[in-house]
C-alpha cells in the first residue's frame, strides 16, 4: 500500500516570494510516480508536475520544481516567485508502477499575501 | 476542445434514492476514475476503468456502482446503502500508464438530505 503525508495543513506566503510545500511518501515498490495537483477554490484539479521515481534529474515546469530526495522518500514542491493565482489547495500524489491507481495526501492549503 | 465533463455541477437527493453522476471524455483515454472528496480531505479512489467493459473497486467502494459500456462514458451510481454520500466528485481518464498524468472533470457535488 501507498502512503502520502502532507504535514503542512495550511501555509501563507508573500506575493513574489518562494514557497516549498512539503510532501512525504511511503511504497514498497520499487518503480513508482510523484505527481503534484493544484485544486482552486472552483474545485477542479489542475495538474502541475511529475517526477519518476528512476529520474535523475528534479523536475521543474515553469515556476514549479519538485525536489526529490529518494533516501528521505520526500517529493516537496517549490514555488518561484508567488502569485496571488496560487492561492488554492495543493495535493501530493504516487502512483506504482503495479497498478497505476493515484494515491492523495490530505492537501496543504496557500495562502498568498500581497 | 478535448476534455472531461461531468454533470450536473450541483446534485440534491433525498435519502434513500439512488443517483447516478455522469462522466464523459472526449481525450481517447482508456483508462477512468471516480473519486471522492470530503472537507480537508484528499481524493479517495471509488472505482477505476483500465478498458471498456472492464473495472475494478477502489479503496472505498461499499455503496457505489459503475459500468464502462463505453470507450467515452463512465457513470457512477450513488446507491442507497452508501451511508455518507454528501460529498464532491470528481472523474478523471488518461492513457493509463506509469507517469500519465490524470486529466479532472470539473467534479459534482451531491448533498443527500
Known amino acids: 500500500a501507498q502512503k502520502i503525508t502532507q504535514t503542512q495543513p495550511g501555509m501563507f506566503v508573500q506575493e513574489k516570494e518562494a514557497v516549498t510545500l512539503d510532501c512525504t511518501y511511503d511504497t514498497s515498490d520499487p518503480s513508482y510516480g510523484l505527481f503534484w495537483y493544484k485544486q482552486p477554490s472552483s474545485g477542479e484539479m489542475i495538474f502541475l508536475i511529475y517526477q519518476g521515481s528512476y529520474d535523475q534529474q528534479n523536475a521543474t515546469e515553469g515556476r514549479y520544481s519538485l525536489n526529490f530526495q529518494k533516501a528521505r522518500k520526500s517529493a516537496n514542491l517549490v514555488i518561484s516567485a508567488s502569485q496571488l493565482g496560487d492561492s488554492a489547495m495543493y495535493f501530493c500524489?504516487?502512483?506504482?508502477?503495479?497498478?497505476?491507481?493515484?494515491?492523495f495526501g490530505k492537501g496543504t492549503l496557500l495562502t498568498v499575501n500581497p | 476542445d478535448g476534455g472531461i465533463t461531468q454533470s450536473p455541477k450541483y446534485l440534491f437527493r433525498k435519502e434513500g434514492q439512488n443517483v447516478t453522476l455522469s462522466c464523459e471524455q472526449n481525450l481517447n483515454h482508456d483508462a477512468m476514475y471516480w473519486y471522492r472528496q470530503d472537507p480537508g480531505q484528499g481524493l479517495r479512489l471509488i472505482y477505476y476503468s483500465q478498458i471498456v467493459n472492464d473495472f475494478q473497486k477502489g479503496d472505498i467502494a461499499e455503496g457505489y456502482s459503475v459500468s464502462r459500456e463505453k470507450k467515452e462514458s463512465f457513470p457512477l451510481t450513488v446507491t442507497s446503502a452508501q451511508k455518507n454520500p454528501t460529498a464532491f466528485y470528481l472523474c478523471?481518464?488518461?492513457?493509463?500508464?506509469?507517469?500519465?498524468?490524470?486529466?479532472f472533470g470539473p467534479g459534482t457535488r451531491l448533498t443527500v438530505t
Open positions: 478523471a481518464s488518461t492513457f493509463g500508464g506509469q507517469g500519465d498524468e490524470q486529466y
Open positions: 500524489a504516487t502512483d506504482p508502477s503495479s497498478n497505476y491507481k493515484l494515491t
